[in-house]
Nanobody, 125 residues
Framework: QVQLVESGGGSVPSGGSLTLSCARTGYSFRQYYTGWFRQIQGKEREGVAAIGPDGLTTYADFAEGRFTISEDNVKNIVYLHMTDLKPEDTARYFC???????????????????WGQGTLVTVSS
């Protein structure tokens, strides 16, 4: 049974940094795609970044240049390193994974079957 557990959220001032972790258990994830998504209060969930089994990455425009997704295949953890955080980055961040994604890592919510419960990030101005 695939399980995802996010951690690393917290409160930071504007301009600060955080690294989120997504621990994956229950399967060999070597052929899985994993993405980070976020949901700002009152808004729809949106894609942030995704990584494929070959290391190829995709970023949302707002994440490009500030966020970095990476994967430790030994520990089965996917990280999201976030820098220059802004108050508008305040959201619950989720990771998701699936083996059915093809091609470039997708930021579409419907491309992922397995989801974690999320971790809250609060950026103060």
């Amino acid at each position: 049974q695939v399980q995802l557990v996010e951690s690393g959220g917290g409160s930071v001032p504007s301009g600060g940094s955080l690294t989120l972790s997504c621990a994956r258990t229950g399967y060999s994830f070597r052929q899985y795609y994993t993405g980070w998504f976020r949901q700002i209060q009152g808004k729809e969930r949106e894609g942030v970044a995704a990584i494929g089994p070959d290391g190829l990455t995709t970023y949302a425009d707002f994440a490009e240049g500030r966020f970095t997704i990476s994967e430790d295949n030994v520990k089965n953890i996917v990280y999201l390193h976030m820098t220059d955080l802004k108050p508008e980055d305040t959201a619950r961040y989720f990771c998701a994974t699936d083996s059915g994604v093809r091609g470039s890592p997708s930021l579409r919510l419907t491309a992922y079957q397995y989801w974690g419960q999320g971790t809250l990030v609060t950026v103060s101005s």
